[in-house]
């Protein structure tokens, strides 16, 4: 996406540049001197929020994310010197002033028309209300979400995120047992032996140790060490050497 362009969703005007009119018109800034610093570093959070949603949204804030980190450098850098004859720079901000004012425009129109059509509905009517049924069915799932925005579930995800746990701690425990050492194991049984049962085979075997024993078989059938048998099912298995 360029400079200059930007995708405007009639459908429910959500998007970054929507996003970025949210802060302003909660915080009451002033949109032709917006503190870039602190709008830069609230966007990057709910980003970083979407990024961790995998909304397909996420692409979209994260250009403008990078927009925004780009006029904030710019605004850091020195400005250079200039002779009187000079025209003052431009304010790294207006471009994105320009787009904000154009999307707001985009905005209050759809906003106008959602506000006739719902009027409309008052002037033309069917004519047979009388003849409805009065029953009013149970309000489903999708329609008790309808009005649910982006706005709402990134400030629940956040809610969530401040609510849990600073620190979680995760104990990873060594398995005993490898594939290599239980399939010496079982080779060292077949030595000696020329068929076995698998119960034999795993007997006072804890779990991981028979999971580990399992997958040892399974890669000497296949390399056509051994052979089984089974002659019901859920009954023990006979191996046997080929």
């Known amino acids: 996406m360029s400079a200059n362009q930007y995708v405007v969703s009639l459908s429910n005007f959500e998007g970054p540049l929507d996003l970025l009119l949210f802060f302003i018109k909660r915080d009451e800034l002033d949109i032709y001197d917006i503190p870039i610093a602190r709008i830069t570093e609230e966007f990057l959070l709910y980003t970083q929020a979407l990024q961790a949603l995998d909304l397909e949204q996420a692409g979209e804030f994260?250009?403008?994310?990078?927009?925004?980190?780009?006029?904030?450098?710019?605004m850091l850098l020195p400005k250079?010197?200039?002779?009187?004859?000079?025209?003052d720079e431009e304010d790294p901000r207006m471009e994105l002033v320009r787009r904000l004012l154009e999307y707001k425009q985009y905005k209050e129109v759809a906003d106008g028309l959602r506000e006739r059509e719902d009027d409309q509905r008052f002037v033309y009517y069917r004519q047979y209300f009388r003849s409805d049924e009065k029953i009013f069915p149970e309000e489903t799932p999708e329609e008790a979400l309808k009005n649910v925005t982006l706005f709402d579930l990134l400030t629940a995800f956040k809610r969530a995120l401040d609510r849990a746990p600073k620190k979680t701690v995760?104990?990873?425990?060594?398995?005993?047992?490898?594939v290599e050492e239980q399939t010496e194991y079982v080779l060292s049984v077949f030595s000696h032996r020329s068929q076995v049962t698998f119960f034999e085979l795993v007997d006072r075997l804890e779990r991981i140790g028979i999971i580990v024993t399992f997958l040892a078989l399974l890669e000497l059938i296949k390399n056509k060490f051994l052979a089984f048998q089974q002659t019901d099912s859920f009954e023990d298995v006979l191996l046997y050497k080929l």
Request: net charge negative.
């Open 62 to 74: 994260i250009v403008m994310a990078a927009t925004l980190m780009q006029i904030k450098a710019k």
């Open 80 to 87: 250079p010197e200039r002779g009187p004859d000079d025209e």
């Open 170 to 178: 995760h104990v990873v425990e060594q398995i005993s047992y490898t």
